[in-house]
């Protein structure tokens, strides 16, 4: 008789390795992946294809060894999340996981994208860059607009899943 290791028991496995391994941090199964560097914990998400977790959690681990916690404004959000996936791959080789970077590009793609909507500036359209981490200030016609701050959340460019404007 076969023996059939569920995907959610390989699931947990990866994680129960990743705890071993990476003792100063947290693994919590959350509905949102994400990293918080105030309480040392990465969030994951056990409800997703086993390959898509492993590259979740592995991407808010990068985050976490890299010690990132804050940034000043949009762009430099999006920089760190291209390192934080840079790392997500080294540390994947470990773990015979390979980050494919297609996905990678999806990923950042979707940062790119929310960029693009935050820039543009609601009264003539103008793409602008940001004045400081909660505001953008239009050149050509003055109009100032506030922004909800950049959060590290890792997604793909599904239409329902962007994250909030
Ligand atoms: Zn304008
Ligand atoms: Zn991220």
Known sequence: MAVTISLKAQAKAFISQLRLDY???????????HWSPR?????YNLNQPLRELRYGVLHELAHALLGHADYQNDFE????????WDMASEIGHRYHVDIGSDHIQNCLDTYRDWLHRRSACPNCGMHVLQKDSASYHCFNCQTNWKVSPGRFVRSYRRKQKQPAP
């Open 23 to 33: 003792p100063d941090f947290k693994f919590e199964p959350g509905a949102q992946e």
């Open 77 to 84: 959000l999006l920089k760190l999340e291209a390192n934080a």
């Open 39 to 43: 309480s040392k914990t990465v969030t």
